[in-house]
């Protein structure tokens, strides 16, 4: 009996020995996969922070205002002026569209469907004029 | 073996002798409990020893881990990486919508290891070609007079930096160094200020501030605990840049020797923009000037809204008229002397250019008119001590407590002693100096309802704490007042239509250093706040000896000056900062369906 504990013993320790040996290569592996997956981090960082000045850079006042001028044949851009409010009084409202009739509608059921339907608009158009304090 | 405690042998022996053989029993009694307790005694010493041996061997283990932990280099937890942060050693600064003012860039420094050098020679004439400021034969004898580390560059481009790389001399090393960019150039350099580095060593260096916020706020912007979070100023980058082309603008029309203009958000104590002209580029910052003849005013560096100290004239003349309102001693209507010219002990108080206003004005039309004698007679009710009291609760004798390292140094200039020669000169700006960005603090006190808010470059969250100076009342008679001179006073040019801009304007000779004033060297300044049924921005300018040419005789006065200027100013900023004017000015654009 002694003799099969003392084998089965030493065999379960190789069996250790040889998953602590996998472990500790798997741990390296990953933490230097780590380490890799880091410095690509910094370095992204380190992009995004140069990407970032850059397009500040770019986007400067004093660069914008030489553009606008510039390409004034174009865009046709001023300094905004205080005339440029406007009430919102003044803006059209949106013509609300009417979902086309595609079917026959022959039914007095199909009517009071459109009604509905047209109903439920004015009532959203309502609605949002309210909320713009209108 | 087990000793009996009466062994037959020695009993009997015993009993033959007639001796006691309890006495036997006796004794083998007590040796035996000798035997025990040195068992005992044995037991205990080891245990005692194996306890000391383990204490031993952890303290020993501890100390050794430590003096490791203490010995290797520093190192981020490899393991945690989702927590590991990489965060600039300082943070950025960025406006009140989150645009970039000033971040960081890795570059690289370069130095030399001249023993490593193959050809000190021809790397130092290399080295001259690629960078213009460096001189080969100064370099040369640096690499060849025995040194073993010389510092080149501290910065460099990557162009430049692959130009070295192609020199190839293996003595050249770089260093990673962080480096400060401000990408908007000039915009907003005064308050920005700019950058040098502190500790210097091979793999980094410090970035600390020499100037301006960089310098003030050094602490938090190097704080690793708040590391990432940019630092957010009140400024508008946008309006900023409007309020510099502005007022460059006007320098150059006007021939100025330089100007400041700010605009405060009443409420909050926010300013929005500050601009000072000349300026400089906070990349390259120049060197400050160390002449003895020179005047720090001269220089690009120097902030003239807030290091600025001048008499600021007529626009003082508000402060007189709200505290005499304020004090029950007038209203907008009570009439007051104002015959010049007033005298007083041997000073005769004129106006300008020998007017006489008088002999009674209404307390309204001092202002308006911009009356000194009306004005020192408003300020002689008062009295020397409450108008002192009264400066002071708008913070007009002590330092500003804004975020620049350099408001501090600029303490207003304040007469010892307190006269009623300097009451009466004080009242109407002279005889004492604050800097442009006092009085804007002070007009916006006025502005805010007659709460005096401390000003603040930091974009505030929370509604701002102030001490209340004036009365709500009296603060918006005073800014009736205001309003009135720009539609019937001396800033009529400042009407801009659907902005009711108030303001006061304030020419001041400039004083000479030996004493005494120039004649025809002046500052003038337009304090004004907008809209005026219901205050939200002060806006200051300040020109730094303007003058109109366009006339026949040049004009010097503010109203004609600094009063245009504003008036663009508000023009172009105030619908940036999403205020609608009043009125509509140009007709409805309407779309028609045309055919072309």
Known sequence: ?134 | MRTPLRPLARVLRARADGSNPDLIERENIHNRQQAMQERTHSRAAARLGLMAACFASFFVLIGVRMGHLANTEPMEPVASAPGAEIVAQRADIVDRNGRLLATNMTTHALYAHPHDMVDPKGTAQALAEIFPDLKADALERRFTDGRRFVWIRKVMSPEQMQLVHDIGDPGLLFGPREMRLYPNGNLLAHVLGGYSFGAEGVHSAEVIGTAGIEKAMDARLRDPAQGGEPLQLSIDLTVQATVEEVLQAGITALDAKGGAAIIMDVYSGEVIALASAPTFDPNNRPVPLIGKNDEASDSPLFNRAVQGVYELGSTFKIFAAAQAMELGLVNPDTLVDANAPMVWGKHRIKEFEGKNYGPLLTVTDVIGKSSNVGTASIALMIGGVRQQAFFKSLGLFDPLPIELVEAPGAKPLIPKKWPDIVTITASYGHGMSASPMHLAAAYAAIGNGGIYVKPTLIKQTAAAKGTRVLSEKVARDSVDMLRGVVTTGTASLAEVPGYEVGGKTGTADKPKRTGGYYKDKVINTFASVFPASAPRYVVLVTLDEPVDSTGPKPKRTAGWTAVPVTAEIIRRTAPLMGLRPKVELAQETTLTASSN
């Not at chain 1, 569209?97 to 459109?114: H, K, R, Y």
């Open chain 1, 1 to 134: 009996m002694r003799p099969v504990l003392y084998v089965l013993t030493f065999l379960g320790l190789i069996a250790l020995g040889f998953w602590a040996y996998r472990e500790n290569y798997a741990t390296q592996a990953a933490l230097r996969e780590v380490r890799g997956l880091q410095n690509e981090i910094a370095n992204l960082r380190e992009a995004l922070s140069v990407q970032r000045a850059e397009w500040a850079y770019l986007n400067r006042p004093e660069r914008l205002r030489d553009l606008a001028g510039l390409n004034f044949d174009t865009l046709k851009l001023l300094p905004m002026e205080p005339q440029q409010f406007g009430a919102v009084a003044q803006v059209v409202m949106p013509v609300p569209e009417i979902a086309p009739i595609t079917g026959p509608i022959d039914s007095l059921s199909g009517m009071a469907a459109v009604d509905d339907n047209i109903a439920d608009q004015v009532e959203a158009i309502v609605a949002t004029a309210a909320g713009e304090g209108l």
